[in-house]
């Protein structure tokens, strides 16, 4: 229980550090804030409300068609609509730049017809809707696989009783499914917003400085890391922020869902004019956050497999693959150590500090960054592997977590506790019972959290010793240099490690 | 993983075939930590190598990494050359302590003044210079200033990369040196306004967008134009068919350059080498080596130019000692903060 406390609390310290840090502020703060500060923070609202409606609206239709009706090739939609979940923001970003570089000659039209005001006017919408759009799709499984449960544990007998009260099928839909589902939205509202805070690459590629991208170039184009860390601060204060407003509608979500119990009902098939939007619906999120990227990606690993080979060549690729690895493990297992104790010792201080100690999924990798900088960097740890293995470690601590607690309570019930009752050590139990049950889930859970530190980019890119590339730094780094073709390869390597993660997951899951 | 699996092995070989090597009394690699990113360099170090028989290891990364790690590790740093594509970068390390001084009769004799540090803190060994890429369909002057691209008759017709980026942050410490702050703000101001959308992407995507008529002027270093000459992509080559190179400021203080260059790392093991190192890189053998990977220029004078870079004709590049972009460096990216260039 000591190390679990202990280990918490090195995860929150480089947390508050960074509020701590806030209030210093540095020489160039004055600056950045009467000349950039407004930008950073425009973009950022403005890129969160776009992505936010996109996401919406890409997840809500194809979410309801999933769980209420019948049509063919259902079963196959319904785990494909995760897939875009394998594609970071980033790496949908180098694919869909092309797409305002070919729009130029139109762009050209615009401009020789309708004159430069509605020429920029274009040129903006175009770069910042492919922007939102790109993120959307790509974050758009967030809101649907909360939608769809939501939509499917429903109780029938309540659109029942709107239709029998003459209720149209749309404003069945409006007034008794949407309120119900709302606090599922919210929820994976919440996650998208986080995910677009975290983004790095994908802005920085589209010329809009959100307020991530304002971190990175305070610290190294001003020189100034106090005043990095005060951006940084303020954008946690916005996280904490998102997780309230979400909290706050998940309070009466409890009351909603405890009250199914009844089983799904028979779905109604679709046809004609239904069966078309249905596979509309499905059909643009999943071109655009995945069959699109992955088949260019595809197309342009082979046709510049020379560079891509190129790089392979004195880059330490390799011993990235090594240290995600490692990380990935480490992490798992301090997760299921954390969450077991957890187990033996039910203190609500106790739990309360390890979903402090979680927080840091939601909070950006380049504020985690920050925080393990300030913490490190006097130490001089800063740009080590201790500096990035800690980083990982609270970036991933929940998402190694949060399916390790949900698996022992599903599989052990309480035979951990039999165990111990009989004699055991907490130690016997953990290895001989409780692990045993869940190695299913553990070997995924270390699948996720390996992929999640290869896709990992702001983080990594703050904290990596200075030879040391992930796949993800490595495409970044390539595609910034304008070599995007050569960036491909990386990225589809990463796609196909997180599509096999999600492959594995989804067994994992329904076993 | 298959391929991760294979490189990662490929790497323990070379670990271990280095410590044979220490073992049976041969030179310790020289530990060389650099931003750029050419294979032609690592030919270089080959060449070196073979020529004088000590080992090379290179360790790449962005030169803001390479600083931080070296001030991380201070004394007890391995590594023995510090190399960056920019000028800036390098005085900054010299500020901060991380280089030492070395004298060099070979390197004095052949880089010319200003494009080394008159301590001899770091030396220069390539140029690129600072150059307007323009459509010649649309655009008829044949010279061409920085100062011409702020006047009303260029509004929405220039493009120009982040002022986030070094380059434009160099050219702009450079404009200080010329004009003073005020004056440089209002330039930056001047340009902004002209832009033909924000800035984004980096010198390639530029030069694309003035070939397919976004602009009519873009801002980029002149090795970019031969890298998308030399680039597999149809679109590429097609691209740089549609544009032509105006060296600014022909008619006064010359056309801004930077180098790309290097210098002792302090508490460098190994200090002879290391300057060996230096002087080979200045030798006329990598001089003409040099161009024909990265499309830069020789800064030895009098090195033969390969056909690409001869074909631009010459250009007079002004004489700033490059030292100061390093010292103007801050003001610059707050000037262009203030002046609103993204």
């Known amino acids: 229980m000591i190390a679990t406390v202990s280990l918490c609390l090195l995860l929150i310290i480089p947390l508050v550090s960074v509020f701590v840090g806030m209030g210093k502020g540095g020489e160039m703060w004055q600056h950045v804030a009467e000349t950039v500060l407004f930008q950073y923070v425009w973009n950022s609202l403005w890129l969160l409300l776009s992505v936010s409606v996109f996401s919406v609206a890409m997840a809500l239709p194809s979410a309801w068609f999933l769980s209420r009706y019948r049509f063919p090739g259902k079963t196959l939609l319904q785990g494909m609509m995760l897939l875009p979940l394998a594609i970071p923001g980033y790496v949908a970003a180098i694919v869909y730049l092309r797409l305002p570089e070919m729009a130029i000659p139109l762009l050209v039209k615009i401009r020789t017809t309708f004159g430069f005001e509605a020429y920029q006017l274009a040129e903006a919408l175009l770069r910042q809707g492919t922007l ?52 599922a939205l919210m929820a ?76 799904p009902a028979e779905c109604p098939p679709l046809k004609g004019r239904g069966l078309f939007w249905a596979y509309l619906s499905c059909g643009v ?48 297992l301090l997760a299921l150590l954390a969450h077991y104790s957890r187990r033996l010792h039910p203190l609500r201080w106790l739990k309360g500090l390890l979903e402090i100690a979680q927080l840091g999924y939601a909070v950006p990798g380049v504020v985690v960054a920050v925080g393990v900088l300030l913490l490190l960097g006097p130490l001089g740890f800063s740009g080590s592997l201790v500096a990035i293995g800690l980083g990982y470690l609270l970036r991933f601590f929940a998402v190694a977590g949060r399916p390790l607690q949900a698996a022992m309570l599903r599989v052990c019930g309480s035979m951990d506790e039999a165990s111990r009752l009989l004699g055991r050590s907490p130690l016997q139990s953990l290895t001989r019972i409780t692990f045993p049950l869940i190695r299913g889930s553990f070997v995924a859970v270390v699948l996720l959290v390996f992929v999640d530190i290869l896709k990992e980019l702001p983080l990594s890119m703050l904290l990596r010793p200075a030879q040391f590339e992930t796949l993800a730094t490595l495409s970044f780094g390539l595609a910034s240099e304008g070599r995007i073709q050569a960036a491909a390869f990386p990225s589809l390597l990463m796609v196909l490690l997180a599509v096999l993660a999600l492959v594995v997951m989804n067994r994992v899951k329904s076993t | 993983m298959y391929l991760a699996g294979v490189m990662h092995i490929k790497h323990l070989l070379s670990l271990i075939s280095v410590s044979c090597v220490s073992l049976l009394g041969a030179k310790e690699p020289l530990l060389v930590y650099s931003h750029r990113h050419y294979e032609s360099d690592t030919a270089l170090f080959d060449q070196f190598t073979k020529e004088t028989g000590i080992p090379v290891e290179v360790v790449k990364a962005k030169a803001n990494a390479l600083i931080e790690r070296l001030k991380a590790e201070g004394d007890k740093t391995k590594a023995d050359i510090f190399i960056t594509a920019d000028a800036g970068r390098l005085g900054l390390a010299a500020d901060m302590g991380l280089l030492e001084a070395v004298k060099s009769p070979v390197l004095e004799q052949r880089i010319p003044a200003q494009y080394r540090d008159p301590k001899g803190f770091w030396y220069g060994f390539t140029l690129r210079a600072r150059v307007l890429v323009v459509s010649p369909e649309r655009v008829q002057e044949s010279s061409l200033d920085y100062e011409d691209l702020v006047k009303p008759e260029w509004k929405g017709r220039v493009l120009s990369r982040s002022s986030s980026n070094i380059y434009s942050q160099s050219l702009m410490a450079s ?117 024909n990977g990265s499309r830069e220029f020789p800064v030895v004078p009098g090195t033969p130019l390969p056909e690409l870079q001869a074909s631009w004709g010459d250009f007079k590049s002004d004489d700033l000692p490059l030292s100061k972009l390093g010292e103007l460096n801050a003001e610059a990216v707050k000037l262009m903060n203030e002046a609103g260039w993204q």
Not at chain 1, 134 to 163: G, W
Not at chain 2, 268 to 274: G, I, N, T, V
Request: overall charge positive; aromatic content about 8%.
């Open chain 1, 132 to 183: 939102s759009l790109l993120l959307a799709a790509v974050l758009s499984p967030y809101i649907h696989f909360p939608l769809r449960t939501a939509f499917q544990v429903q109780r029938r007998q309540l659109l029942e009783a709107a239709q029998l009260l003459g209720r149209s099928p749309r404003s069945q839909f409006f007034t008794v499914a949407l309120p119900l589902a709302r606090p």
């Open chain 1, 188 to 263: 994976g509202l919440a996650l998208v917003c986080m995910e677009v805070l975290n983004e790095y690459g994908a802005p920085h590629f589209f010329g809009v400085p959100t307020l991530t991208v304002g971190v990175f170039r305070t610290w190294f184009g001003l020189g100034d890391s106090a005043s990095a860390v005060r951006l940084a601060g303020g954008m946690m204060l916005l996280v904490l922020m998102l997780l309230g407003a979400e909290r706050f509608t998940r309070g009466r979500a409890r009351f909603v869902e405890a009250q199914d119990s009844s089983a």
């Open chain 1, 285 to 332: 999120p999943l071109l655009i956050g995945f069959w699109i990227p992955i088949l260019v990606l595809i197309h342009w690993s082979i046709i510049s497999w020379d560079a891509a080979s190129a790089w392979g060549r004195g880059s330490r690729i390799g011993e990235s693959f090594l240290i995600a690895g490692l990380s990935a493990l480490a992490i798992t």
């Open chain 2, 175 to 291: 404009m200080i040196a010329a004009h003073g702050a005020e004056d440089a703000r209002a330039w930056a101001e001047g340009l902004k306004n002209n832009f033909a959308r924000p800035p984004q992407g980096n010198d390639r995507d530029q030069i694309r967008a003035v070939a397919a008529g976004l602009a009519d002027v873009a801002v980029v270093n002149t090795y970019y134009v031969g890298l998308l000459h030399d680039s597999p992509e149809k679109r590429d080559t097609d691209a740089v068919s549609k544009v032509k190179i105006i060296f600014p400021n022909q008619d006064n203080r010359g056309s801004h350059v930077n180098v790309s260059g290097g210098g002792v790392v302090k508490g460098s093991p190994q200090k002879e080498d290391a300057i060996k190192l230096l002087e080979f890189l200045a030798s006329e053998e990598a001089q003409k080596s040099f161009p």
